[in-house]
């Protein structure tokens, strides 16, 4: 168990609609990732918020946005799915802002758009 | 930019044999450089990480993994395999301000 929650753990939607995936890092993370895992793309990196404030942006699509809350915990929202957003999402999170701190992963949302 | 080839998406082994997963990785500076596994239904978890310092980096479970610049290359290797390390192994590559690039991953299979 790394200590990251994420939920829900399965989410089956349609297109058009929107979700939110919820994260709580680890107790005394302050950085919160946000990855997308699928067959075609691979492990891709999407955003990173520290302290609140976002802090790096990767592949992430303009129809996604995230935030992270003063407790800390951070909420992915996916707007607009299309069939393409099926993935496995993970979160993860780390004591500091720098990369080659250790990130820890929570055990993911499957995200199934029909 | 940075870039991380993993060669064979697929690797069986026997049990008992050594566990070799390659990586080879693409930087213009400097690269910090991560092993990261997946077991079925998890999440990644780091297995070991190279910054700087000693090149030849031991990490959870047996693994060990070489820095060689020359050779841009940072392998991952198990003396002796463990059903158990049945699972898909990620090598990522970043430096000090940009983000984490992670490989397409190669599956772990052991053989009886």
């Known amino acids: 168990d790394s200590g990251v929650t994420q939920t829900p753990k399965h989410l089956i939607t349609a297109t058009g609609q929107r979700v939110t995936l919820r994260c709580s890092p680890r107790s005394g993370d302050l950085s919160v990732y946000w990855y997308q895992q699928s067959l075609d793309q691979g492990l891709q990196f999407l955003i990173q918020?520290?302290?609140?404030?976002?802090?790096a942006k990767g592949n992430i699509l303009e129809r996604f946005s995230a935030q992270q809350f003063p407790d800390l915990h951070s909420e992915l929202n996916l707007s607009s799915l299309e069939l393409g957003d099926s993935a496995l999402y993970f979160c993860?999170?780390?004591?500091?802002?720098?990369?080659?701190?250790?990130?820890?992963f929570g055990p993911g949302t499957r995200l199934t758009v029909l | 930019a940075q870039s991380v080839t993993q060669l064979g998406s697929h690797v069986s082994v026997s049990e008992g044999a050594l566990v070799l997963l390659r990586c080879n990785y693409s930087?213009?500076?400097?690269?910090?450089l991560f092993w990261y596994v997946q077991y079925p239904n998890q999440g990644l978890q780091l297995l070991l990480k190279y910054t700087t310092g000693a090149t030849l980096v031991k990490g959870i479970n047996g693994f060990e993994a070489e820095f060689k610049k020359s050779e841009t290359s940072f392998h991952l290797t198990k003396p002796s395999a463990h059903m158990s390390d049945a699972a898909e192994y990620f090598c990522?590559?970043?430096?000090?301000?940009?983000?984490?690039?992670f490989g397409k991953g190669t599956r772990l299979h052991i053989l009886p």
């Open positions: 993860a999170s780390s004591v500091g802002v720098g990369y080659t701190d250790t990130q820890y």
């Open positions: 990522a590559v970043t430096h000090r301000d940009d983000k984490i690039i």
């Open positions: 918020y520290y302290n609140g404030e976002e802090r």
């Open positions: 930087s213009s500076v400097p690269p910090y």
